[in-house]
C-alpha cells in the first residue's frame, strides 16, 4: 500500500533545507513538526548564525579546555611554586617579564599557572553540583508532576522553603558542622539549586501528561515508572540541558563566593574565589592579583550564559526562526 | 408520565440516498454485547471560585456494543461523547453505573487488573500528531503495548513490529523513522498499529479521523473497516461527522449534553430521526441532490453549560418543539420500535 499523502509539491519557498524532513509537509500541520530534527548539522548552522551563541560556545570551550589539559600545558609554571623574591611581579606590560606574564601573587606564584588550576576546581565544582541539584530536582519533579495530589504538595512546599532559604547561610551552618571542603561546597550548592529543576520539570509535565501520548501509553497498559522514563524525560531533555547550563554559571559563581568567603575550596588548591579573597588586602598597590581572577570569573560566567541563552534560543521554535528570518547579523 | 405520543411508524427510506444501506438495517446484537455501559454516570468536580460545581459530563449512559458491532456515537463537542469512550475503556472512573465486559462486571478493578484489560480494549486517538510521542521512532510506539504486555523481545518483536506496520499500510522502514518524518494520515495509521497490536476484541475511536485531509480520513475509515473485517472487531466510533458515522456504523447514538437522545440502527437514525435534536443534526448536513429540499431546522444558541443543565429535557432551551412537560420532567429513553429509542416527551 502507499502512503496516503506525502509527494505533494513543496509551495513553500525552501528557508531551511532540512534532509531529516523532506516531502513530508502535505500542509496539513506546518507547526507539527516542532523541530525535531534536531541533528548536529541543525546546531551547526543555527550556532553560525548567531554570534552570541559563537561567543558562547568559544568562552565555555577554552574554559573546559583549560581545566581538562591544564597541567600539560607547556611553558606554565607550577601553580603551587612559591619564591619570596618574585613576590607581587606585575604582568608584561607593566613592568613585569615574560615568566610571569600575569605577574605573581604575594607569595610568589605564577598567576596565570594559578588561573589555569583554577579552572579545573570551579568547573569541577559546578558540573558535580549542578548535576546533583538536576539530578535531583528532576526526579522529585517529575514525581510532582506526573502524581500530583499530595506527593506535589509535599515536594513543592518543600521547593518553595527551599526557594526562599538563602543558599550562602545553608552553607554556613554545613561548614560550621563540617568543616570546609570541595565536597560540602558542592552539596551545599547542589542544595540551593534542585528546586529550580524541580519547578520546571514540574510545569512541563503537568503539560505533557495530557498529552495523548501519555493517554496513549496509559492505555497500552504501561506503568508510571515507564512512562516517566520513555515518555516524559525525552521530552525534557532539550529544556533541561539549557537550565543545566544555565545552572552551572550561576554555580560557578556561588563556588567563587563560598571560596572568597572562606567556606570552599582551602589552600594550598586554587581557585578563582580564594585568589581573590587572597589578593584582596594588596590591592592598591598590586592590582593584577584580584583583576586576573576576577575577569576570569567574569567571563566564564558570561560565556556560559551566552551559551545558556543560546541553547534556549534554539530549542525555543519560535524564536529559532527569528533567528533564521529576522537576525541575520546577531 | 404519559406516553401519549404515538410513536412513529417507520416511514419508507426516501429513494434517494439509501445505495449504502442496502446490507445494513441495524445488525441485532448478537448473543450478549462485548462491551456493555450501564447507567454510566461521570461527574466531575470544578472549583469556581470557593464553590465546588459539579460538571455533568455523562448521565445514566447506556448503551451497548455486540461483537463485530459498529456503533457510532454522535453529538456537539463537549457533550460528553470521549467521556463516554473513556468511561468504557476504564481510563475515567464512573461516578455511578456499570462498566461490563463480555458480561463481566470490571467498574471496580483496581488498577493494575485494568492494565490487563487494556490487551482487550483499546482506542484509537483523535489527533495523530499528538498521539505519538514526538520524541521516540514509529517502532518504538508502536512495540509499546508488546513490551508491557508480552514478553516478545529482539528480533521477535522487531517482526512483529513490521507485521503490525505493514498491516495497517505503512512501509517497513516507518519503524526507524520519527513522527515528524510522516503525514498526518500515516501517522494515524501508527496510532492504530499500536492500538490493534494485542488484537483487542474491542477499539474506542475518539475522532478517529476529524485531524485529517478529508482525502485522508476516507483511507483511514477504509482500514478500520478492513481490519474489522480480519480480526472480528467491534468499534465505538465517536465522531461529529455525520457522514462518517453513516458509512461506517451498524447503530447510532446521538447524545446531548451527556445523555443519549436518540439510539437506533444506522437506517432508524438516517431515515427515520425522531428526536428534534437528531433532526435538527441530519438537517444541517448538505445533501448532495438537488432534488432534496429537506428543511433546515436551525439550531440557535449554545450548548448550555454542564455545569447548570437545564432541568427536564437537555436541550429544552433549543427545541423548536418543546411544551411544558420538557422544563419539569427528565424524558426516558423509550423503545419506538424494535432497536429504536428516543427520549423526547413530544416526537
Known sequence: MSPPTGKT?????????????????SGLDPGADSGEARTLADLRRHLLKSK?????????????????????????????????????????????????????????????ARLIDGARISLLVGLAAVGLAALIGTLLGLVAGYFGGWADTVISSVADVQMAFPGVLA?????????????????????????VFTRVTRSLVFTLRTSLFVEASEMSGAGSPRIMRRHLLPNLVSSLITLIVLELAAAILSESAFSFLGFGVQPPQSSWGLMIEQGRDYIT????????????IAVAVLGVNLLSLWLQSFNDVAEREQIILDRPGM | MTDAQNPPAPAPAPAADDADDAGGGGRPVADGPIVEGRGLTVHFYKRVGSRRRTVHALDDFDIAVGPGETVGLVGESGCGKSTAGRALLGAV????????????????????????????????????????????????????????????????????????LEMVGLPAGAAGKYPHAFSGGQRQRAVIARALALRPGFVVADEATSALDVSIQAQIVNLMVELQAEFGLSYLFISHNLAVIRHISDRVAIMYLGRLVEIGARSDIYENATHPYTRALLSSVPVPDPASRTAHIPLTGDLPSPMDPPKGCRFNTRCPVAVDQCFTDRPPLEERSPGHSVACWVN
Open chain 1, 9 to 25: 509539491p513543496a509551495v513553500n519557498p525552501p528557508t531551511v533545507t532540512d534532509p531529516a524532513a523532506p516531502a513530508t509537509h
Open chain 1, 285 to 296: 598597590h598590586a592590582w593584577w592579583v584580584v583583576t586576573f581572577a576576577g575577569m576570569a
Open chain 1, 52 to 112: 552570541a551563541g559563537m561567543a558562547g560556545v568559544a568562552i565555555t570551550g577554552l574554559f573546559a579546555l583549560t581545566a581538562i589539559v591544564g597541567p600539560w600545558i607547556p611553558f606554565i609554571a607550577d601553580p603551587a611554586q612559591q619564591s619570596l623574591p618574585d613576590r607581587l611581579k606585575p604582568p608584561v606590560g607593566w613592568g613585569g617579564t615574560w615568566a610571569h606574564p600575569l605577574g605573581t601573587d604575594q607569595l610568589g606564584r605564577d598567576l596565570l
Open chain 1, 171 to 195: 552553607g554556613l551552618i554545613f561548614v560550621l558542622a563540617f568543616g570546609p571542603s570541595v565536597w560540602i561546597v558542592i552539596a551545599v550548592i547542589a542544595m540551593s539549586g534542585w528546586m
Open chain 2, 93 to 164: 472512573r464512573p461516578t455511578a453505573g456499570r462498566v461490563l465486559f463480555q458480561g463481566e462486571d470490571v467498574t471496580d478493578l483496581s488498577r493494575a487488573r485494568w492494565r490487563a484489560m487494556r490487551k482487550h480494549v483499546q482506542m484509537i486517538f483523535q489527533d495523530p500528531y499528538s498521539a505519538l510521542n514526538p520524541k521516540r521512532k514509529i517502532g518504538e510506539s508502536v512495540a509499546e503495548p508488546y513490551l508491557v504486555h508480552t514478553r516478545l523481545r529482539g528480533r521477535e518483536l522487531e517482526s512483529a513490529v513490521i507485521e503490525l
